[in-house]
Structure formats: C-alpha cells, structure tokens
C-alpha cells in the first residue's frame, strides 16, 4: 500500500497544485477585493472576538489580540478542511465518475487550498508579534512541528469522513455539531488550562487533538516555552496512524464510489 501511495502522490501531485490554484483564482475572480478577502476575513473574525472577550468579559490574557488570530488560523483551517472533506467526492462527482483519480488527491487538494490561506494568517502573526513587541525565542520553532502535526491529523480524520460522507447522507450536519462543541472545548478564544477546573483541563487539554496543538503554539510563539514534546510526538504517531488506516480504507472502497454517487 505505501508503495502505490507514494506512486500516486508523485504521479498526481502537479495535479493537485494545479486544481488548488484553479480553486484560489476562482474563489475571488468575481470579487472585488480579490485576495484582500483571504485577509480581511481572519481579522474581521479577530477583531470581533477582541471586542467581545477583550473589552466586553475583560479578558486578562497577555497579547490578546495575537492570542486569538492563533486560535482562529489553526482552527479555521482544521474545520474547513474536514467539513469540506465530507462531500468532496459528491462535489467532484464530473471527475470521479470519468478519470481514475485516487480520492485522497482530492482532500489534498481541498487541504493546499485551505493551507494556502492559513500561511496568509501566519504572516498576519508575524507581523503582529513585531507589532505587539512580543519577545520572539527560539522555541519559536516549534510551529513547524506542531503544523505537521495538524496537517498529519487532519488528514487522517478527512479520509475516514471523506469515505463515510459518500455513504452517509447526514454525516455533514452532524459533524457539523460536532465541530461546534469542539469549538468551545478547545480554547480559541480563551484558555483551557486557566478558565476550566482540574483535572478537566488536562483531560481537555491533551486529549482534544486541536486545543493541544492550539495551545502549544501559543507557548511557543508567544511565551517562549516548549511545547510538550513527547505528547506532541504521540499526536503526530496517531494522526500518522489514522492516516495509513484512512488510506487503507479508501484504496479498499474507492471503486464502489461510483456506483453510489
């Protein structure tokens, strides 16, 4: 299986960077703002959050402001990407019902569409830190792990609902709620360790996946500290895990797709 996934990934790869431009140019070609809205729309989105948390509840929390656009850039692009992996087979249904494409390509696709936009938020962040005047340490160069980490997990979890979404006619309304339960139990706008009691801060601190890599990217970035470095380890193994199993099930299942859409 590795072996036929490594020749798919090289074989379809300059297709999947070319769909994802494709998708980027045709996302704002009727817009008149054009690539501002993949700015625009991260800040608006932090700005209200500030004023609600910030001004509004008080909120004590240092840097505020960068501490909630790093809640929002990990978070948007772990809820586009596994909420637009759901229907992408359906939605792709014109190519998979006449190319042979390995549909995993396809959430690829969606994942380098989604990515492209979190590296425009990340430069945000780094010019909010100069801003901010936020002491920059070398641990700061724990984001990169801690990206392959989300890129590992997410992946993982979008193959399976990318199976199960062709099947399951509901699966995107309930993951829907899902998400938005996830939402408030992951911190991104507040902090889990300071605002829930123990031991539920821990419980929801290291075993929610997205509020462990949230929060251990504002150690880095804005604390200066290191992450925890072996649990970081076991999330990347189990999103690595996950993803051989999603894979595994999607080169078993692909060719029964077709006959569903």
Not at 39 to 67: H, N, R, T
Not at 131 to 154: D, E, G, K
Not at 197 to 215: E, H, R, S
Request: hydrophobic share 55%.
């Amino acid at each position: 299986m590795f072996k036929r996934f490594m020749d798919d990934m090289k074989k379809y790869w300059k297709y999947a960077i070319y769909s994802s431009k494709a998708q980027l140019k045709s996302e704002i070609a009727n817009s008149y703002l054009n690539w501002l809205w993949w700015i625009l729309d991260p800040l608006c989105f932090m700005l209200i959050y500030v004023f609600m948390f910030g001004y509004v509840f008080k909120s004590s929390e240092q840097y505020f402001a960068v501490f909630v656009f790093i809640g929002i850039t990990l978070w948007d692009f772990f809820n586009k990407s596994l909420i637009q992996s759901v229907k992408v087979i359906k939605n792709n249904k014109a190519i998979v019902s006449k190319v042979y494409i390995p549909k995993f390509i396809l959430l690829i696709i969606k994942m380098c569409v989604n990515g492209f936009k979190m590296s425009i938020s990340l430069l945000i962040i780094v010019v909010m830190l100069f801003v901010w005047r936020v002491p920059v340490t070398w641990n700061i160069l724990y984001f990169i792990p801690i990206l392959l980490t989300l890129f590992m997990i997410v992946f993982g979890f979008g193959c399976f609902l990318l199976h199960y979404g062709v099947f399951v006619e509901d699966l995107s309304n309930v993951l829907n709620i899902v998400l938005r339960l996830l939402f408030y139990l992951t911190g991104v706008f507040w902090s889990i360790m300071d605002r829930l009691p123990a031991p539920y801060n821990a419980y929801i601190g290291k075993g929610n996946p997205i509020a462990f890599l949230l929060t251990s990217m504002r150690e880095c970035v804005l604390y200066g500290t290191a992450p925890n470095q072996k649990l970081l380890l076991a999330w990347f193994l189990i999103g690595l895990l996950i993803s051989i199993l999603g894979i595994r099930k999607i080169y078993k299942n692909e060719n029964s797709y077709v006959k569903v859409i």
